[in-house]
């Protein structure tokens, strides 16, 4: 007769290839964290140097993803899972996409920064240079924060995350108006004002690809659904 | 409902029913979480079923509502009480010495239990298939034949031997058998002498069939094909399988109960119990998690 409650799968294969699951997610997450730092210290320093590192970082993270999907595909047919184990292989899924995306915009960024840097000095006398990296130190402790939340399983701080909003709001329609009419006044220099453009909005895809990784751990703990809410 | 609300809402109730001393009834934690106990009518009916084999119970205090025309899956650890309780629909239990049943049972809203219920078309109108292939030392043929004519179904041979066909062809079966049907049943592979035992239940026009592990002596291709057969029955009959192959329950079924020790832990719709279960005796059973 069976009466108690396990912490484990009576398979402990099945325990150990969710662990590795849950740490190869994780690797790949601290890949994308590190091209995150190695982007600040481009916009630090102004290296177009450190810039070519994040693009030439983009390749491994790829590889990671193939990795990470074809062990789940493994998974799912050695183990065919189900109940939270199910829900914990779909959300991990779709967090590796997440990660890939992820990766892709702070390539974008390094792009932007291998053909222009940013300039240090705007026509609004902030620095949009200072704004970006100021952006990305958010975005960094953000993903600190969510790949945190799935390594603890703990949908209480993704539910915050996912309600919480960035304190220094990307309103990108307020800073293309703002930058056209710096463009027309001849105080902002046209393809200055686009790169600037096209980084905020590789930060603002950025962030809401890390919301997702919240909403996809909310949905593995309780089973919500909660996307498009 | 705002996240979590859901599953806080039904940790309450699981909660309150336990602190009773009580195992949460399915039907307060559907109604809990606002969702409908049955979209389709109700074929049989429990209400507070409890076995006892001599001293010994079985089943705990059970109720359920099992939907007409969909395959209702019953799974849960050895001795969990699932075949038992599949047994009280037709009142097989009947037959084992010391086994009491109390509680109600309704079959279409019939007191099987009330004393004007004659057990033998109760199980002609609740077919049963059991976990081992029986066909009886007979033809195949005289298989299919005996229970129609032992209920007087066919008026002539011609009738016999249209509902002979059409039995067999509604199991998958006609096209390996229709040339030897006076073959012995028993010379049949195990998966068709299985399908076999199915057009025997089905010859005699039940409502309801009860099916007790009836894949478990098969192979993987015998017990595909019986799956198959059993998604093409539902459409006629409300089925009721016992299966300790959760995978089979994930497939065939629409609705599937979990039992512990027992008593009926949660009946949900199979997706839902595969997927994100609501008690936590369900999740570990389905994951393995068992100590």
Redesign the interface.
């Known amino acids: 007769m069976y009466g108690t409650l396990s912490n484990g799968h009576i398979l402990s294969g099945f325990d150990k290839d969710m662990r590795k699951l849950r740490k190869r997610v994780l690797k790949m997450g601290g890949m994308v964290r590190d091209q995150m730092e190695r982007l600040q210290l481009a916009l630090g320093h102004d290296s177009t140097e450190q810039a070519r590192q994040v693009i030439e970082g983009d390749r491994p993270i790829d590889s990671q993803e193939v990795k990470v999907d074809s062990f789940i595909v493994s998974l799912l047919a050695r183990r065919a899972p189900v109940g939270r184990d199910l829900r914990y292989v779909v959300a991990t899924s779709r967090i590796v996409t997440e990660l890939e995306r992820l990766g892709d915009e702070m390539t974008q960024i390094a792009r932007v920064l291998c053909q222009e840097p940013l300039p240090e000095a705007g026509c609004d006398g902030h620095s949009p240079r200072a704004e970006v990296q100021r952006l990305m130190g958010h975005l960094i402790v953000l993903l600190d924060t969510a790949l945190r939340v799935y390594e603890e399983d703990d949908a209480r701080q993704a539910e915050v995350m996912v309600a919480d909003e960035l304190p220094e709001q990307i309103d990108l329609r307020d800073r293309l108006k703002y930058l056209v009419e710096c463009v027309f006044d001849n105080r902002q220099d046209v393809a200055e004002a686009v790169n600037f453009m096209l980084v905020l909005r590789s930060l603002d895809r950025g962030k809401r690809h890390i919301d997702n990784i919240a909403e996809h751990v909310i949905y593995l703990v309780t089973g919500e659904d909660v996307r498009h809410q | 409902m705002a996240?979590?609300d859901?599953?806080a809402l039904f940790q309450s109730v699981v909660e309150t029913a336990l602190a009773a001393g009580d195992t949460a009834q399915p039907e307060v934690v559907e109604s809990a979480l606002g969702t409908p106990f049955l979209e389709r009518k109700v074929s049989l009916r429990a209400r507070n079923v409890n076995v006892f084999y001599g001293e010994k119970q079985a089943i705990k205090d059970v109720s359920i509502d099992i939907g007409k025309r969909q395959v209702t899956a019953f799974i849960g650890?050895?001795?969990c009480g699932k075949s038992t309780f599949l047994r009280c629909f037709n009142r097989m239990n009947d037959t084992i010495e010391g086994c009491r049943v109390e509680g109600e049972i309704l079959l279409d809203d019939e007191d099987i239990h009330a004393p004007e219920m004659d057990v033998v078309p109760l199980r002609a109108r609740v077919g049963m298939v059991f976990q081992k292939p029986n066909p009886f030392p007979k033809s195949i043929y005289e298989n299919i034949a005996y229970g129609p004519r032992l209920h007087g179904l066919a008026a002539s041979r011609a009738d016999l031997d249209e509902l002979v066909e059409n039995s067999l062809r509604r199991a998958g079966l006609w096209d390996e058998v229709k040339d030897r049907l006076d073959a012995p049943g028993t010379g049949l592979s195990g998966g068709q002498q299985q399908r076999l035992c199915i057009a025997r239940a089905i010859a005699i026009h039940p409502e309801v069939i009860l099916m007790d592990e009836p894949c478990s002596a098969l192979d993987p291709i015998a017990t595909a094909r019986v799956e198959e057969l059993i998604d093409e029955l539902r459409e006629r009959y409300t089925i009721i399988i016992v299966t300790h192959s959760?995978?089979q329950a994930?497939r065939v079924s629409q609705r599937t109960a979990y039992f512990h020790?027992g008593r009926l832990v949660e009946v949900d719709k199979t997706e839902r119990i595969?997927?994100?279960?609501a008690h936590?005796?369900?999740?570990?059973y389905?994951?393995?998690?068992?100590?």
Do not use: C, H
Request: charged share 20%; proline share 8%; no cysteine.
């Open positions: 996240i979590g859901r599953r650890p050895s001795g959760m995978q994930a020790m595969f997927t994100n279960p936590e005796l369900t999740e570990a389905i994951t393995g998690r068992f100590g």
